[in-house]
Nanobody, 128 residues
Framework: QSHLVESGGGLVQPGGSLRLSCAAS????????IGWFRQAPGKEREGVAC????????AYSDSVKGRFTISRDNAENTVYLQMNSLKSEDTADYLC?????????????????????RGQGTQVTVSS
């Protein structure tokens, strides 16, 4: 069964760093744009960062721009999200998805959109 597997979440203090990984299983991710999304309790899901299939184009939400960096290693079939200068408001369940949308469209999550592939999520908690 083809899907994505997230890892790297955990508990970190404010100002700390984490690196999330999103590994494709059962399909080749190199043909797809990959996006990271997050959802905190009581809040709507929001797009965090997306990267094109080649890695040449990326898009970030204003809330993480300058602090988070998305990258990919197509040879490893994996996408990474490096998160620096973490804040309490970054606490959420982080999910990665794969789709053929542009990174700009993916980040905005078009109404009614269902991605081609998705993972189960990994929890990030920023707290002292």
């Amino acid at each position: 069964q083809s899907h994505l597997v997230e890892s790297g979440g955990g508990l970190v203090q404010p100002g700390g760093s984490l690196r999330l990984s999103c590994a494709a299983s059962g399909f080749s991710a190199k043909y797809y744009a990959i996006g990271w999304f997050r959802q905190a309790p009581g809040k709507e899901r929001e797009g965090v960062a997306c990267i094109s299939s080649s890695g040449g184009n990326s898009a970030y939400s204003d809330s993480v721009k300058g602090r988070f960096t998305i990258s990919r290693d197509n040879a490893e079939n994996t996408v990474y999200l490096q998160m620096n200068s973490l804040k309490s408001e970054d606490t959420a369940d982080y999910l990665c998805v794969a789709d053929l949308l542009s990174v700009e469209d993916m980040l905005t999550m078009p109404p009614g959109w269902t991605p081609n592939y998705r993972g189960q999520g990994t929890q990030v908690t920023v707290s002292s």
